[in-house]
């Protein structure tokens, strides 16, 4: 049987850690927790969980505190977790399955792409709750954004975080001619919970991508971050020019298309993101976000029928999306009239 190890960082996280911690301990033959500097009760919390906990002094550089957790895995494979999130209780037999199965155990560098779910908690974060219990989430929670990341992955030296913010262990497994391969597993996310903490920590990390793109300009990761940076804070214009130097950096980077549509729908012009939208989608078909906008700008130009043909393609490929759900209805009701 391979066996897994389960590695963090954190710091004054005792809100959040026994969830995560309770999510996965069936799976994990250990638990490797760095922590950043804890003044709450982080420290206690993990060590009654038999992690092995180490503390690394911070540096501003994710991916240092993320190396260095990996250098005290033991195990065949590592798991990557925060402390505010739950792994799904679908995921747990998933994982155990793929890290058992021959082929991958063949191959040296390997990476899967595990999709995190952030919930927005309705009305702030009164009620709310870290769990992945469905019913609580679709009764507390008003929806979720996705992403996919590599987050389960071989135990190797060769398998490294790149980035001091936003990092990423994908590049290290492409230069090793590793696969990074789909998986159905779901992370649970509750930062949104956090909101005491999410202005610091946004500052924090708006400080740390500047530093980046100061040291590598031309890269189209940090010119996307920092785009994203200035349209949090209402400066499109800046956003514009920094999401357009990633396109022309990278055309197919990552999410850049969505990114567009969704900035020339608050500038109030419909059809450049309607065209933004349909590259997202062509990129990727299940990029369900991107069908929602894109049926809703349709319906606006009085295109229903149009409208109509992507609600039921967003919602062939998830029945339960609310925003699509929603959308749908919306329509029928214009359509009746």
């Not at 500097?37 to 206690?44: E, I």
């Not at 195990?75 to 155990?96: F, H, I, K, P, Q």
């Not at 969505?258 to 608050?266: H, N």
């Amino acid at each position: 049987m391979a066996t897994l190890s389960l590695c963090m960082i954190v710091k004054d996280e005792e809100r959040f850690l026994r969830s995560c911690l309770d999510s996965v301990k069936d799976i994990a033959d250990e638990i490797i927790i760095v922590d950043t500097g804890s003044t709450d009760r982080t420290k206690d919390i993990a060590a009654r969980s038999r992690a092995k906990v180490f503390d690394f002094k911070w540096n501003n550089d994710f991916s240092a505190a993320r190396n260095f957790s990996l250098k005290k895995a033991t195990s065949n494979w590592v798991l990557v977790m925060d402390a505010d999130e739950m792994l799904d209780a679908g995921g747990r037999s998933e994982v155990t399955r793929l890290i058992n199965t021959r082929e991958h155990c063949l191959k040296g560098s390997i990476g899967f792409k595990i999709q995190q779910r952030t919930y927005n908690p309705k009305g702030g974060d009164k009620g709310a709750e870290p769990t992945a219990d469905a019913k609580t989430l679709s009764e507390k929670y008003d929806g979720y954004q996705s992403s996919s990341l590599v987050r389960l992955f071989r135990n190797s030296p060769k398998i490294l975080f790149r980035n001091k913010v936003h990092e990423l262990v994908e590049p290290s497994i492409r230069e090793n001619s590793g696969e990074i391969l789909e998986s159905s597993i779901v992370l649970h996310h509750f930062s949104l919970l956090k909101k005491d903490k999410l202005h610091s920590k946004a500052a924090d990390y708006a400080d740390l991508m500047w530093k980046q793109l100061e040291q590598e300009p031309d890269n189209p990761r940090y010119n996307r971050q920092v785009a994203l940076v200035f349209l949090d804070k209402g400066s499109k214009d800046l956003a514009l020019k920094y999401f357009m130097r990633t396109l022309k950096l990278d055309p197919n980077h990552p999410g850049i298309f969505a990114d567009l549509g969704r900035l020339f729908v608050d500038l109030k012009q419909p059809k450049k993101a309607i065209r933004y939208f349909n590259m997202a989608i062509a990129k990727d078909k299940n990029d369900i976000s991107s069908l929602n906008n894109l049926a809703v700008l349709y319906m606006n130009f009085g295109k229903k029928d149009i409208a109509k043909k992507i609600l039921e393609m967003a919602l062939e490929k998830e029945p339960k999306n609310k925003a699509a759900l929603s959308n749908y209805e919306i329509l029928k009701k214009k359509t009746s009239k």
